[in-house]
């Protein structure tokens, strides 16, 4: 089992910028895959950023240019800087962790959430 636990969200005037971390523990050690997605009220849940261990990435359209995901593998975190912000950016992000080099999909776990607000 892996815990995902975010912090960073809060509120935020368009074209400001946000950074979001999530800390991994528990079964850390064969973590192939780290991201962030997120869901917007009336939405589905969908991807942000993605990263595997051996630093492939792979972004939402959406945000190609204006977010990027790191890692730090020995503090077992990965983090997601958000710059230009706007307000079709407001959501509850969400951290993601799995097993299987992929940048596919999802793995199967997942942080609480953190809520980030963009006010136009």
């Known amino acids: 089992q892996v815990q995902l636990v975010e912090s960073g969200g809060g509120l935020v005037q368009a074209g400001g910028s946000l950074r979001l971390s999530c800390a991994a523990s528990g079964s850390i050690f064969t973590i192939a895959a780290m991201g962030w997605y997120r869901q917007a009220p009336g939405k589905q849940r969908e991807l942000v950023a993605l990263m595997t261990s051996g630093g492939d990435t792979n972004y939402a359209d959406s945000v190609k240019g204006r977010f990027t995901i790191s890692r730090d593998n020995a503090k077992n975190a990965v983090y997601l800087q958000m710059n230009s912000l706007k307000p079709e950016d407001t959501a509850i992000y969400y951290c993601?962790?799995?097993?299987?080099?992929?940048?596919?999909?999802?793995?199967?776990?997942w942080g609480q959430g953190t809520q980030v607000t963009v006010s136009s």
């Open positions: 993601n962790a799995g097993h299987i080099r992929t940048l596919a999909g999802p793995g199967p776990y």
